[in-house]
């Protein structure tokens, strides 16, 4: 059975709304709030195959509220908009912290590409 990094610590910096997570094979992370919401591994978010997944806008504000432990292999996340389906395993988090900026491109792109532009308030 294949093991997986798994996180030395989580740190969620509300100012900035970045979490933090070190993991145990030396990879460290900044994720944004925006970025772990649009990217949740929801249902709601990625259907139950790629073609099915939903483009989430209008999460450029979103923060979190709360981040729950889920056993020893996952974290619950919720956020602002009332978001709170994902379960974010180690194995995820991982995949999104080595992926981080060719995920944020991708999703980018796929805004430009329907038109839709970000907008971020400044608090």
């Known amino acids: 059975m294949a093991t997986f990094p798994n ?6 910096h509300q100012q900035s709304k970045l979490l933090e997570i070190s ?6 992370c900044m994720l944004s709030s925006e ?5 949740s591994p929801s249902a709601e978010v990625q259907g139950h ?3 099915q997944a939903v483009l989430q806008i209008g999460k450029e504000n979103v923060s979190i ?3 729950e ?3 020893n292999y996952a974290i619950k996340i919720i956020f602002t908009d009332g978001h709170d389906t994902g379960l974010y395993s180690w194995q995820y988090l991982h995949k999104l912290a080595k992926n981080y900026q060719e995920l944020w491109t991708e999703y980018i792109g796929k805004l430009e ?3 839709i532009r970000r907008v971020k308030n400044e608090e």
């Open 113 to 115: 590409a329907s038109g």
């Open 35 to 39: 970025f772990l919401r649009v990217y």
């Open 65 to 67: 509220i709360n981040i």
């Open 69 to 71: 432990p889920v056993g």
């Open 49 to 51: 195959s790629p073609e």
């Open 7 to 12: 996180p030395k610590e989580i740190k969620f």
């Open 23 to 28: 993991f145990d094979d030396n990879t460290d």
